[in-house]
């Protein structure tokens, strides 16, 4: 089981797929089947103040920072010390051009500074008040093409005031220069000590919710079944590659996905799947606390489309060998026909199904989540188990089938299931035995044990990847909530 980087599998993860062999695609998506804008990353508010709370987290709480001696001239040198820094909260803002400036307040220890000169070495207290360090982050292409998280401007420490107490007015007598270049010269040291560290944790948090690995261009292959996809971060209005509408920020991907046809699909043209707005407001998540929350929003086009490329590339004709007889309980075949009972020997039950004509995918609500809608028309189920030692088929179902697939998370486990069967003009037989009327309340429980054991199981993504906490219809794109994914040091 090959992994997906983490965008392809958030995607691949909506549907049906989550094995194959993963490969860098050999030539772009055509422009007509690539869905603009089909992917966006959306911070509200509360989650952009998560984002300062992470950065705190991933930056520490406490710090030490070595101050280096200083020459001041004929007074003589100030001598190496250590000064001791507590990292309080964290804020974020977002400038006219998408840029991110993420800051924490420091709070330093009162540190005595010891000038050594000609005479007897004597001491000042250096203090200092309203401090915070600050970083200035774009989300951006780099000259290359490729998206980076990169400094707009070096660190910034701002401050309200800094004293030397000098009590025993040596430090005085250095002179106000010299006094100046003290207070510089630890500033300085904080702000170069502290820095680098506040912009790596600051870089580490933005491409987490942000991820420039988000980009990909894979094409996967798996029992002959293909499927090629690509995403790429477009430009949100003029601010480059995101945008803060006073409620959230959003970036957008633009989504290709496409496949050659499988000889067991129809060919059908792609969807439309044109531009979509998302609405003014996030809407209500779900509960629980959060250090690091985001959403993750799927159009109903590029969900469309990607409907459309799996049964294009083969990937809904499938099958299952392994497991089906415990969903199925040991007298299934007896409660489709006495007759039908009498010839099936208990043992191993094999499953193919045959989607028929292009489907059609869509989001709906469902019980506390979302939920996916297969609608499958022309759909064949064939079930196969031993009949006098032999595996044979035993079992058809021919017809236009809606099947709803969830995707659940248990931390940073994902998952498919099948929640859900109906049926629509649906007809039943058996090559061995004839069949009467069979009853929905028989038929549907064993469409849904059947089509479970092909389609749903767990989901191969990369390793750390966030947790899943939730799932929402609104309109027709699919909105999941995912959780975490920064390491604390």
């Known amino acids: 089981m090959s992994r997906w980087p983490p965008l392809a599998a958030a995607v691949v993860a909506l549907t049906l797929v989550s094995c194959g062999q993963v490969e860098p695609l050999a030539t772009p998506i055509p422009a007509d089947r690539v869905s603009p804008a089909g992917a966006r990353v959306v911070l509200s508010n509360a989650h952009l103040q998560g984002v300062a709370a992470a950065v705190r987290l991933r930056f520490g709480k406490t710090h030490e920072v070595s101050v280096a001696p200083l020459e001041v001239g004929e007074a ?160 949100v209005g003029a601010s480059g590659l995101v945008a803060h509408n006073g409620a959230y920020l959003q970036a957008a991907l633009d989504v290709g996905l496409d496949a050659p046809r499988h000889a067991c ?102 019980d506390g989540a979302a939920d996916l809608e297969w609608v499958l028309p022309d759909a064949l189920v064939e079930v196969a188990a031993p009949v006098d030692g032999v595996e044979l088929a035993v079992l058809r179902v021919a017809g236009s089938l809606r099947m709803r697939v969830r995707l659940r998370g248990v931390g940073d486990a994902w998952s498919l299931e099948t929640s859900a069967v109906e049926l629509e003009s649906v007809g039943v037989d058996s090559p061995l035995v004839p069949l009467g009327t069979v009853s929905p309340t028989v038929l549907l429980p064993l469409l849904r044990a059947v089509l479970g054991g092909i389609f749903d199981g767990p989901l191969a993504l990369p390793p750390g990847s966030p947790a899943l906490v939730g799932t929402r219809r609104v309109g027709d794109a699919l909105w999941m909530w995912i959780d975490g994914g920064v390491q604390q040091p």
Request: net charge neutral.
């Open 76 to 235: 003589g040198s100030v001598a190496a010390t250590t000064i001791g820094v507590a990292v309080g909260p964290g804020s974020v803002g977002i400038d006219a051009d998408g840029g991110l400036q993420i800051a924490v307040a420091l709070t330093v220890t009162p540190q005595p500074l010891v000038l050594q000169g000609a005479g007897a070495a004597c001491s000042a207290t250096w203090a200092a008040s309203g401090l915070s360090l600050g970083v200035d982050l774009r989300f951006a292409r780099d000259p290359l093409g490729t998206v980076t998280v990169h400094l707009a401007a070096p660190p910034s420490l701002q401050l309200d005031a800094a004293t030397l107490e000098d009590d025993g007015g040596c430090f005085a007598a250095a002179g106000a220069t010299a006094t100046a270049a003290i207070l510089a010269h630890v500033r300085e040291a904080v702000r170069g000590g502290l820095g680098p560290k506040l912009t790596d944790a600051a870089r580490d948090v933005v491409a987490t919710v942000l991820p420039p690995g988000w980009e990909f261009a894979l094409q996967t292959t798996s029992a002959g079944a293909t499927l090629h996809g690509d995403a790429r971060y477009q430009p």
């Open 265 to 366: 699909a129809v060919d059908a043209a792609p969807p439309s799947a044109g531009p979509w707005l998302l609405p003014a407001q996030v809407p209500l998540e779900p509960a629980g606390a959060s250090v690091l929350r985001r959403s993750v929003v799927l159009g109903g086009g590029a969900l469309a489309r990607l409907g459309w490329a799996l049964h294009r590339g083969g990937w809904l004709c499938r099958g299952a060998s392994t497991g089906l007889e415990a969903r199925l309980g040991p007298d299934w075949a007896t409660k489709i026909a006495p007759s039908l009972g009498a010839l099936v020997q208990p043992g191993s039950v094999s499953a193919r199904f045959w989607p028929g004509g292009a489907p059609t995918l869509r989001v709906l609500d469902g």
